[in-house]
């Protein structure tokens, strides 16, 4: 999403641009995802939610989202709802099966399955390379032991290279770099693939028991749920157990009741039983995307002559989560104004 951005918005500014992607198709994890592009309706509590965050870059993204939202309409992105059905955020829900080839197509010269291995000397450079999630060594150094059990849940090819790219040239790390965003996922023998990223997270955990395979209780603290995500990934084997009451079953989270979440993992294989009375679904941590990473300024820069958007850049949502759409979308306008020497 952010490199895609930066890629139009530079070419808009006159630049000659070419995005290298590693992917078999543009979009990346933006893709795969719900499509809500949001912020906080309310500065102070976009604080509270993401209190380790960096201030003066959460100001920048909140500031920012509602034009960024703007070039994206005029830029001609599908929009398929003005809401986000969520009352703490404002923003709308974005058609990501056309908006990559929305963009890309005014993106310049987009080439497939060649990824950014050095940097080139002497151009400016947007790293968007979406983050660490599927980098299992790296994952395993910041975020768990458990890494090898963890279940992949955004796209294949975001493996780090931005970051080590990123600190290369010198930038530094941001806060946050054991954080992530995701989901607990149905079990093993479940096989979670991408068009059941969204359909099979469970999301019920404000209504279960949550426990792990000590025993040990868990209770969770957001809305989003991703700090239960990420104790669970914390956990032995990357695992937990939810233990849902009978009277739960009919609680709603958006447009599904926890009956209908529970139904989804059993039909996708994952242990579900029927224990004391309760129903226990065994659950894995999915790993979405990460939040920590290159340090940057208000400008999106990370150190001489690179610039970085999207999930390559650190220090936003950290102590919670806000939408990384919107990260993405005015950090790559930011980052291609900036390393065109154009003011925002
Ligand atoms: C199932 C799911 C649901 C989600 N739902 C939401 C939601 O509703 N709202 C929200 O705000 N966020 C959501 N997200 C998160 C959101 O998709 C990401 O935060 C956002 O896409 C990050 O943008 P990005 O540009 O950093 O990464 P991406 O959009 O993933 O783009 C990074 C690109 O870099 C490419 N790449 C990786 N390495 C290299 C390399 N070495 N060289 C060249 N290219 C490389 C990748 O292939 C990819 O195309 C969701 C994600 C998933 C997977």
Redesign the pocket.
Known sequence: ???LVAAVCARELGAGVLV????DR?????R???????RYRDWERFRTECPGGDEALQRLVWERFDDGLAWLRRHGAPILSEDTGNPLTTGVRLDVEQLPAVLAEQAGEVRLG????ALPDGVPVVL????FHAGTELVRRWITPEADELVL???P???G??LELGLAAGAGLSAGLDEF?GRAMPAPPAVVEPGG??SLGQTYARFARVVNARGEEYRPRSWSEIDVAQWIARQPRGRAWFHVADAALGERVRDRTVADMIASAREAGAPVERRDGETVVEVVAGI??TLGGLAIDTSARAADGVWV????AGGISTGGWA????S?LVLGLVAAESALGHAG
């Not at 968007?128 to 983050?131: V, Y």
């Not at 939408?323 to 919107?326: H, R």
């Open positions: 999403m952010g490199g290298l992607e590693k992917g543009p979009g990346g994890s933006m795969l995802s719900g499509g809500y592009a949001w060649l990824p950014l291995e968007a390379t979406g983050g849940r955004g796209n090819w975001s493996a290279t931005g965003w990223f969204r979405t995307t958007a999207g999930a390559d939408s990384g759409l919107a993405a």
